[in-house]
């Protein structure tokens, strides 16, 4: 029987607990095929704070792994850091007045608090300005450039004549040439995720001056990435299907486009100056100083630092946004593989983007939820946003946070499901078993105990599986459930009833034990398998259990005897409270006061730009296409798919079925009898099994929204527009 109160069990089973383990290494070892583990997590720009949308992407599914792996007794490091060499790091300390080092002090440390107050455990949160990873980002430059690896060219780059400077990719912005978005970088487009050069953004300008940029000849380093083209496209093609789809996906598309030469160096003063003595002015380029620093921070932690990133049974895990995409799959595994000793990512688990409250994230607007204003206005919550967060985690699409799926998160899940079960437990034990763990009486076990018995059993390997493969949301989701039978079984063998029964068949007692004895066994099993999510809730279901950390080892999850016979519990103690609609009505209105309008950014246009035109067609090619007037009589959702309606559209001489893809921008029930235009000659098309006769125009304003484009006063249905 395993005890896990101060006192040890008896040597006959800590025997039995050691062999245990070391057969668990074995069978670990021999699937997994590894001795360690470096996990790491993108290093975030020390230009501002954190916010929830980083958490969501990239920071929580790490800690979450890594907490598992730790439960697990691996050995395994987390590393992060800041980056404090981007251009957005210059560009804030132009807005601010102050120099590029006093704004990456401030973010470093607002980051860094906001990370740990959340239960973000990293082994090291280091910064790219230490002089250790300025050391080795130069070292490894060197090494590729005695190697001879790098082509040296003299190009023509973006100059700012206004302010005299070369412009980095970052200091450029227009129009993305692939979702229209106005504000796209000259690296990436960060409302679509593709990737860019300046060359390829319409109407580029400078965002230090808004001058439109000239070419200037300048002379840089490229790393020749077309030459490792036959290499990656082995190794991930070949090598890696079981990736995300979405990464699997992306890295697939750079790679049927081809690979070009990528310049590994930028003028600027600010960064890790180019280890060269005809390099004067010039720094190593931020994608490929940045993902060196998960190096350097493991140097900067260990002493056995290589250990982690050059022996071949280490499993080096990325967890980033889908933004790093290429950058932690393409450009970092071929530095990699060009310097050589180093091992390569196993695996690259990248999440989609959290939208909040039906728009996207940005910065520049301050349309955002700060983690460490968070903090400040739900103290000693930090799990239900962890809860939320990871229940609805962007893992193969974008989500949308909301306030109001927040409240009802916590409310119907976390306080009604898994707090009522536990605390239900406790109040039953304390009222009817004198506040100890009751004895199980085997020989009276009925079929709803075996039930929930093997229920308790069988949860720990769908945690660990879903775990394993980067399926959080469904690990979590495992652990409710398991909670949520908690609460049926307890309504099923309703024990409170049976204690009013005890003066005539004072055998109803056993059976009052063996209930809440299995019911306190799922409670241990549950802090074990929660913990890796919510550590702050299973700390205080240690507490009242009074137990020590050691049975949250995952080796005791699944298992019966975790809590000792007549051993005294705690008082209850309410895991979570209720958040009431005043506390989300004043987040809403934060919310969007704090928001500021498009045009009073300074990273985005003042003025609408407007995506370019398609190529001409005749009037012919115009005259083809059959315009309707109809009216919608009927809307529904789409099984399984976000996206889409299933309309009936009554176009006057006939009804007709159409699918469109509006169901992120209205309800079925709200566009009910609106009239619609239809292009009604459309060949029909099956969509999730449902046969699509025709389409309905939308207009698209500057920020995606879609709006019905018909006049305002009805016209007959059937009418044809012209």
């Known amino acids: ?131 250790i990873h300025h050391e080795t980002a130069s070292a490894f430059f060197k090494k590729l450039y005695d190697d001879g690896l790098f082509e040296e060219k003299e190009t023509e780059q973006f100059f700012d004549e206004t302010t ?136 900067e932690l260990t002493n056995e630092w290589s250990d982690y990133w050059c022996k071949d049974d280490t499993k080096l895990v990325h967890f980033i946004g889908k933004d790093n995409i290429v950058f932690h799959c393409i450009i970092f595994p071929a530095m990699l593989k060009a310097h050589g000793n180093f091992v390569l990512p196993d695996n690259v688990p990248a999440n989609e983007f959290l939208n909040i409250e039906g728009e996207k994230v940005s910065t520049s607007r301050n349309w955002a939820v700060w983690v460490h204003e968070y903090v ?83 949860a720990k390997q769908k945690v660990e599986d879903n775990i394993e493969h980067y399926r959080f949301r469904d690990a979590l989701f495992e652990v409710i459930d398991l909670s949520r039978k908690g609460n049926q079984y307890l309504q099923k063998k309703e024990p409170w009833k049976k204690a009013n029964l005890l003066a005539e068949d004072p055998a109803n007692q056993h059976h009052i034990d063996n209930c809440l004895h299995l019911a306190l066994q799922l409670t241990a099993n549950l802090s074990i398998l929660i913990n890796p999510f919510l550590p702050y809730t299973a700390a205080k279901m240690l507490h009242m259990m009074k137990v020590v950390p050691k049975m949250l080892e995952w080796e005791n999850a699944g298992t019966l005897n975790l809590l000792r016979t007549g051993y005294a519990l705690r008082a209850p103690e309410l895991l979570f409270k209720k958040i009431e609609d ?36 005749t009037y012919d090619d115009f005259a083809k296409l059959d315009f309707r007037i109809g009216t919608i009589t009927a809307a529904e959702k789409v099984a399984k798919a976000d996206k889409l309606l299933q309309l009936t559209v009554d176009l006057g001489f006939e009804t007709r079925t159409i699918v469109s893809g509006i169901a992120q921008h209205f309800t079925a029930e709200s566009i009910v009898g609106k009239q619609v235009t239809v292009v009604a000659n459309l060949a029909p098309r099956k969509m999730r099994g449902i046969d699509s006769n025709g389409m309905i125009l939308m207009a698209e304003d500057s920020k995606g929204k879609l709006h019905f484009i018909n006049a305002e006063d009805t016209t007959e249905n059937g009418s044809e527009v012209r």
């Open 1 to 131: 029987m395993l005890i896990f109160a101060a006192q040890q069990p008896p040597k006959a089973l800590q025997y039995k607990c050691a062999t245990q383990r070391k057969l668990n290494k074995v069978i670990q070892m021999t699937t997994k095929n590894y001795n360690r583990l470096l996990v790491t997590a993108a290093l975030p720009y020390a230009n501002g704070p954190v916010h929830i949308g980083h958490l969501a992407g990239c920071y929580l599914p790490a800690d979450i792994y890594v907490r598992y792996q730790r439960a697990q007794k691996r050995d395994v490091k987390f590393i992060c850091g800041s980056d404090e060499h981007g251009v957005p790091i210059t560009i804030r300390a132009m807005k601010e007045g102050i120099t590029p080092q006093q704004v990456v002090d401030k973010y470093h440390a607002l980051i860094k608090e906001s990370f740990a107050q959340m239960g973000i455990a990293f082994d090291i949160f280091s910064r790219t300005s230490n002089p």
């Open 164 to 299: 005299q400077t070369f412009l980095a990719d970052r200091y450029i912005i227009g129009t993305c040439p692939v979702c229209g978005n106005p504000g796209a970088y000259g690296d990436q487009c960060e409302k679509c995720g593709t990737s860019l050069s300046p060359e390829q953004l319409i109407n580029p300008r400078s965002t230090l001056s808004n001058a439109i940029p000239v070419k200037k000849k300048t002379k840089h380093w490229y790393f020749p990435l077309q030459n490792y083209e036959p290499w990656l496209k082995e190794w991930i093609i070949e090598g890696h299907k079981e990736w995300k789809n979405n990464v699997y996906g992306q890295c697939k598309s750079w790679l049927d486009n081809g690979l070009q030469p990528r310049a590994m160096t930028r003028d600027s003063n600010w960064g890790v100056k180019v280890p060269l003595p005809d390099a004067e002015g010039k720094v190593l380029y931020v994608w490929f100083d940045a993902p060196i620093g998960y190096i350097s921070a493991t140097k």
């Open 376 to 458: 400040k206005d739900f103290p000693d919550q930090q799990d239900v946003l962890r809860y939320v967060l990871c229940a609805n985690a962007p893992e193969t699409k974008d989500n949308d946070f909301t306030w109001k799926d927040f409240q009802d998160r916590n409310n119907n899940e976390l306080v009604a499901i898994f707090g009522n079960f536990v605390n239900r437990t406790f109040v039953l034990m304390h009222k009817l078993c004198n506040g100890k763990v009751p004895p199980l009486h085997k020989d009276i076990l009925d079929e709803i105990d075996n039930s929930l018995i093997a229920d308790i059993q069988t």
């Open 582 to 617: 005043e506390t989300i009505a004043a987040q809403i209105e934060k919310l969007k006061n704090q928001s500021k309008p498009m045009q009073e950014t300074t990273n985005e246009t003042t003025a609408i730009e407007y995506k370019p035109l398609k190529p001409e067609i």
